[in-house]
């Protein structure tokens, strides 16, 4: 049984790993999409049609990497948990269901549109479609946060010869951790996106192309970015005082705290020893935790050895959460940098282009350190106090579900590599080949014979 417990939660986190990348892009892409399309609308300027045809590619492709890893990580409820769906099935099952009836069908039906009707549909319809994919997008993230939200932490329901069954809907939906962690998802996305389309444009810059597409779209990302990164740390601010008082475990796991104390200091660097419950080569700054926690230097923290046998692992938790603010802190640094370089109408040096080309990626690495400090934290619970995740595991033979990791882990990862190279393909396709359409070329002749206008600047 401790083979299957462990290949299980291996494969699902192989699974769960792989497919939160797409949605992390695809959440704020739309929106993204949505922006350019509007400027196109009003300023009837090719430059933002062509960078909306660029990244609705980009947005196509994750979309569907997206879907296939949904459907089988779907499947492992089934086939590894059957536990978690006996158990609380009742109140997972109609929110999965709502993801699918009102988020996914929306996608799915309007993404066609956006791809294949620019020139077959009227312009408000084609706008109007990447408007609803962008909801649909949004609303899928509303439905899966709500249902790991209520895992984290449970309301609205009742237990019934160990079975729940679901008391208050807005409860469960609205449980105690919904706004923060939804807040917190939505504005990792944007920030994931936004590195991904400044980190693609600077390389198209560097490859050589000197359209002002790759410049417009790479001066509009990071600008988002700087805006929103310190809201990010804000947010995150308030999703941890609330984690504080619904999981102080977990709180407690990620700042390295092992006795219950006052004053409690920010652990810059430790190395955790859970066998003997200290840490190892302590670098700390005095009572930040507990300011930052608390707003009281002297704010009480408890600590691990208050929930011996109910706290989570705690080096994953130590290190994932100090990786998740600290690529937060360099993805605020660079974006600001580049932002100051741009409002003084400076050229990016090839160093800030590089640099900008090597952060494309950046959003995956916090969004996953993020998302594991937030699931393993929820250990060794499935369902915080209600469901452990040793009782939700299936029985089948380890060798199966050994078999089926090591093949999802395969297929995974060479999606991800001809993922990579594809993005990049396009982008240097992109260098050599300008997409202007016919009536484009019309509507350049325009802007170019105003050479006094802001749009015309843009050629």
Known sequence: MDDVFLLSRLQ???????????????????????????????????VWMRIYRFWVKVFALSF??????????????????????ETVGNIAGPLLGYEVLTAFFLEATFLGVMLFGIHRVPSWLHTLATLLVAVGTTLSAFWIIALNSWMQTPAGFEMRDGVAYALDWSEIIFNP?????LTHVLLASAL??????????????????????????????????????????????????????????????????????KGVPLLLFAIPDEENRTNHF?????????????????????????????????????????????MGMLMLTIAWFTSFKLVRNKQLSKGILYSLVGMSFSGWIATLAGWYVTEIGRQPYLVSGLLKTSDAVTDIAPENVLFTFVLYLSVYVALLIAYLHTLFLMARRAVEIE?????????????????????????
């Open 12 to 46: 699902f986190a192989a699974n769960i790993s792989f497919h939160i990348l797409f949605p992390s892009i695809t959440i704020a892409l739309g929106w993204f999409l949505f922006y350019f399309k509007l400027r196109f609308n009003i300023s009837g300027h090719p």
């Open 64 to 85: 569907a990497l997206g879907v296939v890893s949904g459907i089988t990580m779907s499947f492992q409820f089934g086939t590894n948990w059957p536990g978690y769906m």
């Open 177 to 181: 951790s919904f706004p923060y962690r």
């Open 192 to 261: 994931t996106a936004s590195f991904l389309i400044a980190g693609i444009s600077a390389y198209r810059i560097l490859r050589g192309d000197n359209k002002k597409a790759p410049q417009l779209a790479l001066k509009t990302a990071v600008f988002v970015a700087a805006l929103l990164m310190p809201l990010q740390i804000f947010v995150g601010d308030l999703h941890g005082l609330n984690t504080l008082e619904h999981q102080p475990q977990k709180i407690a796991a990620m700042e390295g705290v092992w006795e219950t104390q």
């Open 282 to 326: 302590e670098i700390a700054i005095p009572n930040i935790t507990s300011i930052i926690l608390t707003h009281d230097p002297e704010g009480e923290i408890q600590g691990l050895n208050d929930f011996i046998g109910e706290h989570p692992p705690v080096a994953p938790l130590f290190y994932g959460f100090r990786i998740m603010v600290g």
């Open 435 to 459: 997409e202007i359409q016919p009536k484009e070329r019309l509507l350049q002749k325009k802007f170019r014979s105003l050479p006094n206008t802001t749009e015309a600047a843009l050629l």
